[in-house]
């Protein structure tokens, strides 16, 4: 649907002509590939940057994701703030980095002139039965713990939170401003053309990464040579040798209704296109898209054997079927609307739950991710941590404690596979125990340092 509804065609870009020299190259054009690319070019115009893809500009979960531009981090405050080398300051600061990337974003799409759909509405996030009412109290004393105020995180009751969003069976909710709607593939399709066209960057497409070296990117086309290499696949670095465990491949379904009339959306609500999701377990969420759809997603579809990546995977109709039935279940009002688009991809997951940025200044090598589905504005973040690295800048950016971090391997086959698939199932029961017991769920709290919580 974010493809259909780009004004501009998918032909790819001409493919690397040959060997060639950069100071940097880059593998993979998604958000955090582009967003390096862009912040160091606009740092130092001088630089050569060359940037390798296999596919199109936005062809993975850049370009199809479910268009939330978020403050979340996978890892908790309290996980990232007892990681090495860490401190409660540092989390703080990550957390207040991260909200920073929302409003950054932002100032870019104006500055660029890039048409991105870009509205700054919040989160809603509801209690829509007892348990989900307690983890909602629960997550607001939780961000007072770390002196988290009212203009970060609030509660609201049931009357509030229906002015806002009309959804069945509403108990409260919590709100964040931190979050803004965007169309996905606009803003990176934009970047694209941004660093391409008027950074002075080069993006090559149809350019499939065999290797990433010391110094050096083999590829299909031949091999950039350059200073420093950035690994930026996200969900696809299981291509790369050396990199089967490094990220597991784990899909997130979403579909996407017709236009809705006006009237429909006078009884739904989202009038400023704030985001929602709520405290179950098995994660959702949805948005208001500019154009009067609703775009609705979630996890639940399986890990494939061996990180599996196909493209046969964008699509389960089992799981298309259970958003379906949820969406209607939360806004009976659309149960006669068409859906028009239903589709899929991969996000990628690191064995601890916690994304990275870093730069091995000995091999020249960089990389950036593991966001768990959080990478909207992360991917942000990296890029600008990403420059300072690169041009050995000693700020704060650099001094976050994602920075360098490096998350343990997965487990081989077929250990992985029934690890991440009994996760899975097990935040499934998680809800079931829930809704049975009205208390948030034991198992999702003995599960929650397993899932980048304490």
Not at 311 to 337: I, N
């Amino acid at each position: 649907m974010w493809h259909e509804t780009t004004p501009e065609d998918w032909v790819p870009r001409d493919p690397l002509p040959g060997d060639v020299n950069a100071d940097v190259a880059i593998v993979g054009a998604g958000f955090t590939g582009l967003w390096a690319a862009y912040y160091l070019l606009r740092a130092d115009p001088t630089l050569k940057v060359v940037v390798v893809e296999s596919e199109t500009a936005g062809f993975g979960a850049s370009g199809r994701n479910g268009g939330w531009c978020s403050a979340l981090f996978p890892a908790s405050l309290d996980k990232l703030a007892n990681a090495p080398s860490a401190n409660r300051e540092g989390a703080l600061a990550m957390h207040e980095a991260m909200r920073d990337s929302v409003d950054e974003i932002g100032r870019v799409v104006a500055l660029e002139r890039i048409d991105a759909h870009y509205a700054k509405g919040g989160t809603l996030s509801l209690a829509r039965n007892a348990a989900q009412w307690r983890s909602a109290n629960a997550a607001v004393a939780e961000a007072r713990r770390w002196d988290r105020g009212e203009n970060e995180i609030r509660l609201l009751g049931k009357s509030e939170t229906r002015d806002s969003l009309n959804a069945t069976h509403i108990r409260g909710s919590t709100y964040t401003p931190d979050c803004a709607v965007i169309h996905p593939a606009r803003l990176v399709r934009g970047l694209a053309r941004t660093v391409d066209e008027s950074r002075g960057g080069q993006v090559f497409e149809q350019t499939r990464a065999l290797a990433i070296e010391e110094r050096r990117v083999r590829t299909d086309r031949g091999v950039v040579h350059a200073d420093v290499v950035i690994r930026a696949t996200e969900g696809y670095t299981r291509d790369l040798p050396g990199q089967r465990r490094s990220l597991a491949p784990v899909y997130s379904l979403v579909i996407a209704t017709e236009p809705l009339a006006e009237s429909i959306w006078d009884e739904i609500g989202l009038r400023n296109r704030e985001t929602f999701t709520d405290y179950r377990n098995l994660i959702i969420y949805g948005q208001r898209t500019a154009d009067g759809r609703l775009v609705f997603g979630g996890r639940g579809a399986p890990y494939h054997f061996g990180s599996a990546v196909r493209p046969s995977f964008d699509r389960d109709p089992r799981v298309f079927a259970h958003l379906w039935k949820t969406l209607v279940e939360m806004f009976p009002m659309l149960g006669g609307t068409a859906i028009t688009h239903a589709w899929g991809g991969v996000l990628g997951v690191p064995r601890d739950w916690c994304a990275s940025v870093g730069l091995d200044r000995s091999s020249g090598v960089g990389w950036a991710g593991g966001y768990v589905g959080d990478g909207v504005s992360t991917t942000n973040l990296a890029g600008r941590t990403l420059r300072d690295l690169v041009l050995e800048r000693d700020t704060d950016l650099t001094r976050l404690p994602w920075v360098n971090h490096r998350s343990p391997r997965w487990e081989p086959e077929p250990l992985r596979w029934l690890g991440v698939n009994a996760g899975l199932r097990t935040m499934e029961l998680a809800d079931r125990e829930e809704r049975l017991t009205r208390r948030p769920s034991l198992i999702a709290r003995a599960m929650s340092p397993l899932v980048g919580g304490h």
